[in-house]
């Protein structure tokens, strides 16, 4: 049978207006404007496990891989991951949101008013995931609570029993972006690379999991890409995993065109795995997009 495409593509468009439309008259501009991007983005990021699958905005995973790198540089266990993205997909659907509930702002909707720190402050995805962990590791026997009272304890939410409904997909996200899951656990849908440089991801790397934790090396560049190879100096799987589905769940932020480990690889002309040409054996490598 004859496709038609274009006829196609126009219906597409017809229906995302008018279901666009209707969700500002049902649900307000508000809500629309919160979790409208959910419908309308054109780039996603899927994690998968065992036969579950949840899938996030490239924005939403990018915040994501976020909070678990952060919990990674504090040397926090992944339960601390978990807990942290269920409470932000909770308070803020996994967006650094500049409005909310009174005063409250951010990632995880922090209020200046209530001592988390000045409104530029809590507005920095950086700031607000450390102050969250810093006061969840205060919080007695943190590591055994059900999510629900360990994000409650922290964040003292007027509507406690909604953090444990994010446990399962926190769960699946942290599992990956913690390295628990395999090498080809996250997987997104993306259009191509910006132009961008070595140093931009190098300085990303450093950012979300600190110093001392990887080892960059960029190798010559080839037309339009630049490769670099990641290493663990703990020289452990998770590690290696981890960075790897970091790489990927990131790449909507920064010019990366592909990730290989492990004989497989991502790279956003194919939006999955697929074995690749090369690589080095207990590194990752990623592709960035330096030229035009």
Request: with cysteine; hydrophobic share 40%.
């Amino acid at each position: 049978m004859t496709r038609r495409p274009r006829r196609g593509g126009c219906v597409a468009v017809l229906l995302i207006l008018v279901l666009a439309a209707a969700a500002v008259i049902v649900v307000g501009p508000g809500l629309l404007n919160r979790y409208g991007d959910r419908l309308l983005s054109q780039s996603h990021c899927t994690v998968t496990l065992a036969g579950d699958a949840h899938t996030l905005t490239a924005e939403q995973a990018n915040n994501a891989a976020l909070i678990s790198a952060r919990s990674i540089q504090r040397r926090l266990p992944a339960r601390a991951a978990t807990i942290g993205i269920a409470t932000a997909i909770q308070e803020s659907s996994l967006r650094n949101i500049n409005y909310g509930d009174r005063d409250s702002l951010g990632l995880f909707q922090q209020r200046p008013s209530q001592g988390w720190g000045s409104e530029e402050q809590v507005m920095d995805p950086y700031y607000s995931t450390d102050k969250f962990y810093e006061v969840l590791v205060t919080v007695r026997h943190w590591r055994d609570l059900p999510i629900t009272e360990a994000a409650q304890a922290v964040q003292r939410s007027a509507f406690p029993e909604a953090y444990g409904n994010r446990e399962p997909e926190a769960r699946l996200w942290a599992s990956a972006l913690r390295g628990f899951s395999g090498p080809s656990a996250v997987t997104c849908k993306l259009g191509e690379a910006r132009v961008g440089s070595v140093e931009e991801f190098v300085g990303r790397v450093a950012a979300d999991f600190g110093d001392g934790l990887y080892q960059v090396e960029a190798q010559d560049a080839t037309g339009r890409y630049t490769a670099v190879t990641v290493t663990p100096l703990s020289g452990t799987t998770e590690d290696l995993h981890a960075l790897a589905a970091w790489s990927i769940a990131v790449a909507s932020s920064l010019p990366v065109h592909s990730v290989t480990i492990d004989g497989e690889g991502w790279s956003r002309s194919s939006d999955e795995y697929q074995v690749p040409d090369g690589g080095p054996a207990g590194a990752v490598t990623v592709e960035l997009r330096t030229q035009t």
